[in-house]
């Protein structure tokens, strides 16, 4: 008898190799392939790619609108970051994030932010994600991401074509900081990329609140309301002095400190401090959102 057939009858014989995948690598395998998948709805929706266009538009109006009056007695009217853009095309992309921060910004995000849960739970196809090998945790982080890099792309939107923009129509050059200090073009270049990520930044605690309505309701409507509204609501109590007490807690309490980038000496506390709070209003209604969707009964 050959050594192969001295398996005992009934026995079971081992694989002689591995299996090609295992269950961590399946689920890594699934989350990647879900990532790739949500970012390309989020990024390629109709409805967001108008909202891009949208915020892009801005920085070209503003544009047309200074360098068609600026020979005119209009000129050098109205708030500084914009009086400066005739001079500089670097102060396009600052003065285009300065318009729209108040508003625009926080709408387009809260559509998507809002939209992210609840978007799917209106479509009925929440339930067939969660069948997906990937938990509720990591479906939700993937939605965030999503929702996080759609923040950045609206904010890259802004400053790219108002770089491509203020270059074409006023030039570049050596920066003239708010002190009146002036620094080279690169130095320039490096102080507007930190504004850039400063903004950028300040969104993620909205999107974090975006988050969490999103989870409460299958209604994508109410949860972008509802995210927009915080904002608002915010920024009418920064400007009530009788609430000076949590002025620093709020959300849009900080979100114009990235002029801090262009003083000669930008101070890093207060830069530190805006970022803190976005850090904690990401850390509560992160966790709100979490505890939501883990333990909610997904019917739809």
């Known amino acids: 008898m050959s050594p ?10 081992p694989p002689t190799t591995a299996p090609d995948v295992t269950p961590d690598g399946h689920r ?3 989350l990647a392939r879900l990532l790739r998948s949500e970012l390309r709805l989020v990024l390629g929706r109709r409805r967001n790619v108008v909202l891009l266009v949208g915020l892009a ?17 209009l000129a050098g ?3 500084p970051f914009v009086t400066r853009v005739t001079g500089n095309g670097l102060f396009l992309v600052v003065a285009s994030l300065f318009l729209c921060l108040p508003f625009l910004l926080p709408l387009t995000i809260g559509i998507a932010s809002g939209d992210a849960v609840a978007g799917e739970a209106a479509a009925g196809t929440l339930r067939y994600l969660l069948v997906v090998p990937v938990g509720r945790t990591r479906l939700l982080l993937v939605k965030a991401a999503a929702a996080l890099a759609f923040a950045a792309a609206a904010v890259l939107a802004i400053a790219v074509v108002g770089l491509m923009v203020g270059a ?12 009146g200090d002036t620094i080279p073009l690169s130095a320039g270049v490096l102080r507007v990329v930190g504004v850039v990520a400063y903004v950028g930044l300040s969104m993620t605690g909205l999107v974090a609140v ?9 209604v994508p409507v109410g949860a972008m309301a509802a995210t927009v509204v915080v904002a608002v609501v915010s920024s009418v109590l920064t400007q009530l002095p009788q609430l000076d007490a949590i002025h620093p807690a709020l959300l849009t309490t900080h979100w114009f400190d990235f002029a801090e980038m262009l ?7 207060v830069l530190l401090q805006g970022l803190a709070v976005q850090a904690g209003w990401v850390a509560v209604f ?3 959102a979490w505890a939501r969707f883990t333990t909610a009964d997904v019917s739809s």
């Open 28 to 30: 890594r395998g699934a």
């Open 4 to 13: 192969a057939d001295t398996t005992a009858p009934g026995a079971v014989t």
């Open 77 to 79: 009217q109205g708030p």
């Open 263 to 269: 003083r000669i000496q930008p101070d890093a506390g």
């Open 168 to 179: 074409a129509l006023f030039g570049l050059g050596d920066l003239t900081l708010l002190s």
């Open 286 to 288: 992160g966790s709100l």
């Open 210 to 218: 975006g988050l969490f309505f999103s989870t409460l309701t299958e």
């Open 57 to 73: 538009l801005v920085p070209v109006l503003l544009a047309l609108v200074l360098f068609l009056t600026q020979d005119s007695a």
